[in-house]
């Protein structure tokens, strides 16, 4: 793959930021999430956390059940503050 | 397998206190050192943090920590070489109640003192530093502008792989299971398979160092409590300083990346190692910040998360060499502020493990000693 491939679309992460990170000695999704922001934008890694996962199982021969998934965090899609605010209990 | 049995220091916790601790111990000389963090570097509170970094306190040692810390911060990245992202637009802390204001001129007239660039200001001009805020029921605030930002997971990756280059060992998703001493002196540690020789331990655990603690038989003087925070997609610049305020409780503060991190305690939390996410307080932290900033109403939320804050009894950090345990040293309780006090709190704390002494006078100040001397300057500016 071309480093200047485009893996997380939200944070605009390459495929060469990934790979150095990986190179670096980093072998989870967790480690490369935070290094490099790869799925921690508006869509929150649904589009982009499998090929990474991917990918890492790639670059150290294991399987992809193998690599430790982070946790996935509330909310699944983004909300407006103005919509959490008007919230109230019934 | 690790490679191996000895080593000269070991510290426990791959956070920033860990790492920045790891990093000064080898800039100064220190050899065969090993960092052990049972998760990945900035697993734990400090790659939940807010972010911030501010100066301005109510406990002298507090302020001169901040203070030195951020003139470390100021040359980090490239110090470092590692861009960490630092962006000093100030924190604005805001005033609601006449006790605020009154603390407030107190803390600015301490910080003043020790040479920290801060005012106390009006609600006209904290209106010209932040033009989208909602003035309602504002007094006062207080404007530092060296405060600000910097980037918690590249600060803690940088200090970490710095440390490495200059011949630290670190092992990530290794834990310390056990420590064993001898006649109360350190003698090794044990993780899962191994055991690794060392006279010295440092306790760098953040959240978990109380259970460090129970593993050399002490009681240490912190408690664990969740913190919760949330962050919204990016968005174009909408004001540039941290905005705080202790009484309405929150803080909010919107990064170079252009997204807005926000976050508040709960009085009513319990002590205890949760770090879970509960829609109340996105719901509570939503209410309050649409009410400062209307305009944040627009703006959404992609993600929530929780960190510890790890509380010692007058919110100020415990560092220096433990009383009753040979060779067992204390980087702990920072209460919420161990990411901007890290820089020069880890410099003091590798000169005291090599020489014995320490370039800022913290012997008698932050030891854990103080608390049984009754010598409590309790920390009142704590979100």
Known sequence: MKDEIIICRCEDVTWGE??????????????????????????????????????????????????????FRPPTKPVKLGTLASDVDD | MLMIKRADIVIIGGGIIGCSIAYNL??????????????????GATGRCGAGIRQQFGAEMNCILARESIKIFENLSQELDYDIELNQNGYLVLAYTEREVNQFKKNVALEQSLDIDVRFITVKE?????????????????????????NPFNTNFAYGEAAQRLGVKIYTFTEIKEIETENNKIMAVKTEKEKILTPIVVNAAGGYSGTIGKMVGVDLPVYSQRHQIL??????????????????????????????????????????????????????????????????????????????????????????KHPQVGGFYVAIGFSGHGFMLAPVTSKLMAELILTGRTSLSIEDKLDIGRFERGELILEPSVV
């Open chain 2, 126 to 150: 904290a209106k010209e530093i932040v033009p989208p805020l909602n003035t309602e029921g504002l007094l006062a605030a207080t404007f530092c502008p060296t405060d600000g930002h910097a």
């Open chain 1, 18 to 71: 990934i790979r150095r990170a990986l190179e670096k000695g980093y072998t989870t999704l967790d480690e490369i999430k935070r290094i490099t922001r790869g799925g921690m934008g508006r869509c929150q890694g649904t589009t982009c956390h499998r090929i990474i996962l991917g990918e890492i199982a790639k670059f150290y021969h294991k399987s992809i059940e193998e690599v430790v998934v982070p946790t």
């Open chain 2, 231 to 320: 962050i919204t997609e990016p968005v174009d610049p909408l004001f540039k300083p941290m905005l705080m305020s202790f009484s309405r409780n929150f803080y909010c503060q919107q990064t170079p990346h252009g997204s807005i991190i926000m976050g508040c305690g709960n009085p009513d939390e319990p002590k205890g190692d949760d770090i879970g996410s509960s829609w109340q307080f996105a719901r509570e932290m939503a209410q309050k910040m649409t009410t400062v900033v209307p305009l944040l109403k627009e703006v959404s939320m992609v993600r929530q998360w929780a960190g510890l804050y790890n509380v010692s009894p007058d919110a100020q950090p415990i560092l220096g």
């Open chain 2, 26 to 43: 080898a800039k100064m000389g220190g050899k065969n050192i090993v960092l052990f963090e049972k998760n990945s570097l900035a697993s």
